[in-house]
Every structure is written in structure tokens, then in C-alpha cells.
């Protein structure tokens, strides 16, 4: 069963405009959040991301929102540029008291920026 | 942030042979990550390397399919043992470089024929 769950596999959206990129997630022990981005042939680059107790977090461009009640979050790009054009993953860390935090995964949103 | 080169970048394998990858860091640290690709799929979680001990690995995976060697804090290799085309996927490795950095190598995509 998919802990951590990006349900849109693409996105289209058109230069200058919103980007909004959706995750889920079902386990409540997660205490941080990740996201990445992801070019072909290149390994996953980290974005932004935002800790349980917080509820928004910003960097420029990029936006992460965190709904812990819903168990939703969402990364806004304002404005949307074509280099955003990648595949972005949701990640969440899972934290047991002296575990190893391991980053559990969503299958990535295939994010489109049209000029 | 800390670099993270990996290779091969890329290799397509004959079926029953073995292929290792290695990751260097360019910093000293203490947990290293495996992941996999498959296609259309999230990365998944192989094992978690420390140095000096034995790698813990995920449900699902097992040391005999894939070994790991961590001999210092600033290496890894994961090998694919007797391999499948079932085992075609992209390979990452991964390291905790802060308390909430995690950095990727460039991962290596393997074909297996």
C-alpha cells in the first residue's frame, strides 16, 4: 500500500501561470517533507521542504503547503517557467525515535511548462 | 550541499552476470541509501549502508541479490547479482548530508538483456 501518494502522473500548464503539484500520504509518523525534481538521466535534486509543525513554507518561486488534517500537501511554482519542466517527487520522512529516517517516495508528477 | 558521483551511468547486462555500482561522496557521511526506479514507479528504498556494519535492508530485498560494501564514509558499491530483465530499472544511491539533506547521485540506468 502506497504511504506517500502523487494520484496526477502530469501536469501541463503554460508559462508565467500557476503550477500546483499534489501529494498524499497515510501515515501519520511522518514528521518532514520533501520535494524533488527530477530531469532525465540526472538523479533527483532536492527543492524544498517543510517540517510537520509548519504549516506553509516558501522559496521564491516554490511554495510547499501542508494540510496534516487532510494529510495533503502541495508545491505552488508562481510563475511557472519552461526550465521547470521536470518530474517532481513527493517525499516524506518517516521518523521512529532512533530509526533511520528513511525518505518514503511518491511516483512523481511529469510537470510541463508550455512557453 | 554535499556531491554525490555515481557509476556507471548507464550499462546494458547479459542475464546471469553481475554489475556494481559505486557512489562517492565528496563528504564524509554517515547514511547511505540505495533506491530503484522501476519504470513508471517511485524510487523504493534497497537498504541503508552505515559504515562499519552490516547494511539493513528493505522488505523485499535480500544481501544475496544485492550486496553492499560501505568500507568508509565516503563510499558505497551495491552490486546486482545474477541478474534478470526483471532487474532493468535505475539505480540510486543516496546520502543524509545534513539533518534533513538528502542528496542523490545521477543514478545509473541498467538494461538487462
Known amino acids: 500500500d502506497q504511504q506517500v501518494k502523487q494520484n496526477s502522473p502530469s501536469l501541463s500548464v503554460q508559462e508565467g501561470r500557476i503550477s500546483i503539484l499534489n501529494c498524499d500520504y497515510t501515515n501519520s509518523m511522518f514528521d518532514y517533507f520533501l520535494w524533488y525534481k527530477k530531469y532525465p538521466a540526472e538523479g533527483p535534486t532536492f527543492l524544498i521542504s517543510i517540517s510537520s509543525i509548519k504549516d506553509k513554507n516558501e522559496d521564491g518561486r516554490f511554495t510547499v503547503f501542508l494540510n496534516k488534517s487532510a494529510k495533503h500537501l502541495s508545491l505552488h511554482i508562481v510563475p511557472s517557467q519552461p526550465g521547470d519542466s521536470a518530474v517532481y517527487f513527493c517525499?516524506?520522512?518517516?521518523?521512529?525515535?532512533?530509526?533511520?529516517?528513511?525518505?518514503?517516495f511518491g511516483k512523481g508528477t511529469k510537470l510541463s511548462v508550455k512557453p | 550541499s554535499a556531491v554525490i558521483s555515481q557509476k556507471p551511468s548507464r550499462d546494458i547486462c547479459q542475464r546471469g552476470t553481475s554489475l556494481t555500482i559505486q557512489c562517492q561522496v565528496d563528504s564524509q557521511v554517515t547514511m547511505m541509501f540505495w533506491y530503484r526506479q522501476q519504470p513508471g514507479q517511485s524510487l523504493t528504498l534497497i537498504a541503508t549502508a552505515n559504515q562499519g556494519s552490516e547494511a539493513t535492508y528493505e522488505s523485499g530485498f535480500v544481501i544475496d541479490k544485492f550486496p553492499i560494501s560501505r568500507p568508509n564514509l565516503t563510499f558505497s558499491t551495491l552490486t546486482v547479482s545474477n541478474m534478470s530483465p526483471e532487474d532493468s530499472s535505475i539505480y540510486l544511491c543516496?546520502?543524509?548530508?545534513?539533518?534533513?539533506?538528502?542528496?542523490f547521485g545521477s543514478g545509473t540506468r541498467l538494461t538487462v538483456v
Open positions: 543516496s546520502a543524509r548530508t545534513s539533518g534533513y539533506g538528502y542528496t
Open positions: 517525499a516524506a520522512r518517516e521518523f521512529y525515535g532512533g530509526s533511520q529516517g528513511n525518505l518514503i
